[in-house]
């Protein structure tokens, strides 16, 4: 349903299409701001829930925001500062920093930008980020308005799709789309890359193929890949990498929800590794609500797979060390769903929160390990 904002503006209410990538509702109440605006007045306001339509120069306010980012971490250090807290259990972490970034990204969502309808923004030194907006949102044919930091978010996103990720186990990179988990966490495509691929086996599917990286690394061990995925972002994303990679007669990507027809020697599937609800459609890379992406993966595979063939599931135990899943469940949904694990293959992470003690969930980060779970019919 399309959702429009309104604001008094010379004397006269104004109209413009709302849009948010974050899953925001539209503000109900929106002032002007310009570069007369105090950052203490718009920090005020933001926190009231009144966004603030910017009339003033860009660069004044990617600087405002730069200043609503500082007010929000003051307050928070001042808070832990003024009440000490015993150390949380890792769950309780978990949702205190999870509520805190929600908090904070509403708040830094007040700010708001105009466009016109080819995705232009009238504003005095704003940038060109027409093809960022395009790419992000497609075609507009009206004027709307969205949050500076989710167009920051967008124009950001057209640089990594512009520039790619190294990808070691390709020795080539992957253009990641907007909305579309980009593989900046290298040890599971390793895993892959060097798990022993079982027997005699030339095809295989990938189950939730995302910007197609593990199809493509399957491709390069010789094999004929069909990978499915339900969005739409991901679907053009892995059709335009593997073809990019040279790729396109190995691997056939289909709209899928979850298994595609038939069966094969090898089912891969990397699904999002922390059960929970996502606050925004970005967010269902990371959170799958009630484990649906994962048990269905589990209950279905054994459907799927041919004779001696293998499931691998690729994911991190670190919904384990936050106490949203354990161990013991896991392995109950693979001995439910028929399964028998024929081996693990275990790696650690080597992103830099892996290693930083004032990482607010330190504690489990410190510990995760990322596996993959060689399954079969039992």
Not at 34 to 62: P, V
Not at 68 to 86: F, N, S, T
Not at 345 to 374: N, Y
């Amino acid at each position: 349903m399309t959702t429009r904002i309104a604001w008094q503006e010379g004397g006269e209410t104004r109209w413009a299409l709302w849009r948010s990538e974050s899953g925001w509702p539209a503000p109900k109440k929106v002032v002007l701001a310009d570069d007369t605006m105090s950052a203490d007045a718009a920090y005020r306001l933001a926190l009231d829930g009144t966004a603030l339509l910017w009339r003033g120069d860009f660069q004044n306010a990617r600087q405002l925001l730069q200043a609503l980012v500082r007010r929000i971490e003051h307050k928070g250090e001042r808070g832990r500062r003024a009440k000490p807290k015993a150390p949380a259990t890792p769950t309780e972490a978990f949702h205190r920093h999870r509520l805190t970034q929600l908090q904070r990204a509403r708040t830094l969502a007040m700010l708001l930008i105009p466009f016109e309808a080819d995705h232009g923004i009238p504003l005095r030194r704003a940038p060109d980020a027409r093809l960022a907006c395009l790419e992000a949102y497609g075609p507009a044919d009206e004027p709307y308005v969205a949050s500076l930091r989710e167009l920051l978010g967008v124009i950001g996103a057209h640089e990594w799709r512009r520039k790619g990720v190294m990808v070691p186990a390709l020795d080539d990179r992957i253009h990641p789309w907007y909305g579309v988990f980009s593989p900046v966490r290298g040890e599971y495509v390793e895993l892959v890359a060097q798990a022993p691929l079982p027997t005699g086996a030339k095809t295989a599917f990938d189950i939730g193929a995302g910007t197609g990286v593990l199809s493509a690394v399957l491709a390069r061990r010789g094999m004929q890949v069909l990978a499915t995925d339900m969005d739409a972002r991901a679907l053009g994303c892995a059709r335009e990498n593997i073809a990019r990679l040279g790729l396109a007669a190995q691997v056939d990507i289909q709209q899928a929800d979850l298994f595609p027809q038939g069966r094969a020697p090898l089912v891969v599937c990397n699904p999002p590794w922390l059960p929970g609800k996502p606050s925004s459609a970005i967010e269902y890379a990371i959170y799958d609500p009630d484990s649906r992406m994962l048990r269905g993966f589990l209950d279905g595979l054994a459907a799927h797979l041919e004779p001696d063939g293998e499931g691998w599931l690729v994911m991190s135990d670190f919904a384990e060390h936050l106490g949203l899943r354990s161990r013991e469940q896991l392995l109950g949904w693979i001995q439910g769903a028929g399964l028998e694990v024929v081996a693990r293959h275990d790696t650690r992470p080597v992103h830099p929160r892996a290693s930083d003690p004032d990482d607010p969930l330190h504690a489990a980060r410190s510990k995760e390990v990322t596996s993959l779970w060689r399954l079969r019919a039992g």
